[in-house]
């Protein structure tokens, strides 16, 4: 199992400019998310989803904009990128046997955004 | 609502040496707790996880972590740190009604030699 793999690893991004942060996971796992982590700031919940179709807003939500069309996939949209939106993102799965937050979550090797 | 502090920004240990991570959080009922690991340039990587029942956790790579529901603290602690161990540090809390996992701001491990 390769788990959870994200492409690209880093990116440069000039203000404006959109792109799509891609995630799969090959563990048949219902539940996905994406996180984005700040310095000091820990890992904050963007979006999840709980099965394809289905995909709710996180903690900020705001600018961003995400899709689950099959289990495996869960892209992430950044429309009219702003420095705000610099961080490394995380998307993670899990099972989905229990809720997400007693869940054991399994972590990509996140994407470095730079937007200028 | 939930939430994790980890009062240790950075911590500097030796080689051989005991390490103790500390991680405080708040939350009404019974949390769901975890420590996660991240080493440079990777994703998180479990290390432990407490539910319910005996109070004191064995995760991977020797590390344990004891609940204290008194002191609403799940510490992090393994006896003899390996140079291997340098790595940031996360405890994160959830709770079995929502789907969202509350993360501390970490604590960045240095081993020296």
């Known amino acids: 199992n390769a788990g959870v793999t994200q492409t690209p690893k880093f990116r440069i991004l000039k203000i404006g400019q959109s792109m799509t942060l891609q995630c799969t996971q090959d563990m048949n796992h219902n539940y996905m998310y994406w996180y984005r982590q700040d310095p000091g700031m820990g890992l904050k919940l963007i979006y999840y989803s709980v099965g394809a179709g289905i995909t709710d807003k996180g903690e900020v939500p705001n600018g961003y904009n995400v899709s689950r069309s099959t289990t495996e996939d869960f892209p992430l949209r950044l429309e009219l990128a702003a420095p705000s939106q610099t961080s490394v993102y995380f998307c993670?799965?899990?099972?989905?046997?229990?809720?997400?937050?007693?869940?054991?979550?399994?972590f990509g090797p996140g994407t470095r955004l730079t937007v200028l | 609502a939930q939430s994790v502090t980890q009062p240790d920004i950075h911590i500097t240990v030796s080689e051989g040496a005991s390490l103790e991570l500390r991680c405080n959080y708040s939350y009404g009922a019974t949390p769901y707790l975890f420590w996660y690991v991240q080493s440079p340039g990777q994703g998180l990587q479990l290390l432990l996880k407490y539910f319910s029942g005996d109070t004191l956790v064995q995760g991977i790579k020797g590390f344990e972590a004891e609940f204290k529901r008194s002191q609403s603290s799940f510490n992090l602690r393994k006896p003899s740190v390996h140079w291997s161990d340098a790595a940031e540090y996360f405890c994160?809390?959830?709770?079995?009604?929502?789907?969202?996992?509350?993360f501390g701001a970490g604590t960045t491990v240095t081993v020296r030699a």
């Open positions: 993670a799965s899990s099972y989905g046997i229990v809720a997400g937050g007693a869940d054991t979550q399994y």
């Open positions: 994160a809390v959830g709770d079995s009604n929502d789907y969202k996992l509350s």
